[in-house]
């Protein structure tokens, strides 16, 4: 079974960094995107960066210059560099994989969510 596991996420001052990790695993065929949503308190759900197979990247307005995606395709793997956080990118962080299983059809998966705290 297909599944996403994230590591890195924690409590951290402001102008601290953190870095996040998902690795999907399982039967996996193809991915054609990895990429991090967060939700705040009292908040929808956003997408704060994804890549695409092709090496694309799409950022939150509020995080550019501050956050950078990357991705190790031997490992199905993606890194979310977090410098200068701020208290408001307080949330919980879900990685999100659009990608193809062996066996089944094409579809999005979500990992469980990590926790992010920027306080001081």
């Known amino acids: 079974q297909v599944q996403l596991v994230e590591s890195g996420g924690g409590l951290v001052q402001p102008g601290g960094s953190l870095r996040l990790s998902c690795a999907a695993t399982g039967n996996i065929f193809t991915i054609y995107a990895m990429g991090w949503y967060r939700q705040a308190p009292g908040k929808q759900r956003e997408l704060v960066a994804a890549?695409?197979?092709?090496?694309?990247?799409n950022y939150a307005d509020s995080v550019k210059g501050r956050f950078t995606l990357s991705r190790d395709n031997a490992k199905n793997t993606v890194h979310l560099q977090m410098n200068n956080l701020k208290p408001e990118d307080t949330a919980v962080y879900y990685c999100?994989?659009?990608?193809?299983?062996?066996?089944?059809?094409?579809?999005?998966?979500w990992g469980q969510g990590t926790q992010v705290t920027v306080s001081s």
């Open positions: 890549i695409t197979s092709s090496d694309s990247t």
């Open positions: 999100n994989a659009d990608l193809k299983p062996i066996f089944t059809p094409r579809r999005n998966y």
